[in-house]
């Protein structure tokens, strides 16, 4: 115990972490494999003493008997089959909708976005589909461009880089943003990414545009979250991650919070 004034304060007593589990992508399990001792991968500690456990693929070990408190994921399959399972209802939390990532000086906006990126003059970048989930989802923008431009599906898988997510892709140097490094050392001139990491390669290099997709060529990766205890902590924990504070968090990094309220929305 200890006095403030004249107000009596007792520190809360501690408690057991929060186990926290998350889906890696597979570029993630690739990078692992390739460096063990990579150390954004390994088990770390995360705020309010909640603690992230990596896991390799939902049903590796864990999901049959390993303890957690609560799942994540980029995708809804994944925790719908833990909740299936458990008997646990299952919430979207998030999207991640894909955005473009322009080098200064290019002329582009969402209505001119196709046409850009079909100019045979602009270097079009992806990460590496069937290694890194972002690769995949514009994989699928490009199916969609075929229902408004005949052939541009072919054209656009045909003349897309992938200096991103591969096992052999280029590696930026420590601390720098992968994509912002890649745009300045010439990689692309027009990135096909998560909005997430469109917002981080502007946090790092201010010149870089995002570029919104429009609806018609719209892609989103969904977020689902499984609560696996009944464990106070957990409860909160997703509570606080779908409540407007929480919202306003994954807004601000680049996610569409599909929970935040009008008003806590630009222009709300």
Not at 95 to 114: F, K, Q
Not at 174 to 194: C, H, K, N, V
Not at 206 to 222: I, N
Request: charge should be neutral.
């Amino acid at each position: 115990m200890f006095r403030s004034g004249h107000r009596a304060s007792v520190l809360p007593a501690p408690v057991d972490p929060l186990l926290f589990r998350r889906q890696r992508s597979h570029a993630e399990i690739t990078a692992e494999q390739g460096s063990r001792a990579s150390p954004e991968l390994r088990q770390a500690k995360v705020r309010e003493g909640s603690r992230l456990c990596e896991n390799a693929a939902v049903g590796a070990g864990w999901a049959e008997g390993e303890a957690a408190d609560a799942f994540a994921s980029a995708n809804m399959e994944h925790p719908e089959a833990v909740g299936s399972e458990r008997g646990r209802p299952v919430v979207l939390f998030a999207r991640n909708r894909l955005c473009a990532i322009a080098r200064p000086g290019l002329d582009v906006s969402t209505d001119t976005l196709l046409d850009r990126m079909l100019d045979p003059a602009v270097k079009l970048g992806t990460s590496t589909p069937g290694a890194d989930p972002a690769g995949d989802y514009a994989f699928v923008l490009f199916a969609r461009a075929e229902a408004l431009r005949p052939g541009a599906r072919a054209a656009l898988e045909a003349k897309a880089l992938r200096p991103t997510g591969g096992p052999d892709s280029a590696r930026p140097p420590p601390g720098r943003d992968p994509y912002a490094w890649q745009s300045e050392r010439g990689a692309a001139d027009l990135f096909l990414t998560y909005c997430t990491n469109a917002a981080l390669a502007r946090a790092a290099d201010p010149s870089l545009r995002r570029v919104a997709v429009s609806e018609a060529l719209s892609v989103a990766a969904e977020y689902g979250l499984v609560v696996l205890s009944d464990r106070p902590e957990a409860a909160r924990l997703a509570l606080f991650v779908l409540s407007p504070g929480g919202q306003v968090v994954l807004a601000r990094h680049g996610f569409e919070a599909p929970a935040l309220p009008a008003t806590a929305r630009p222009g709300g």
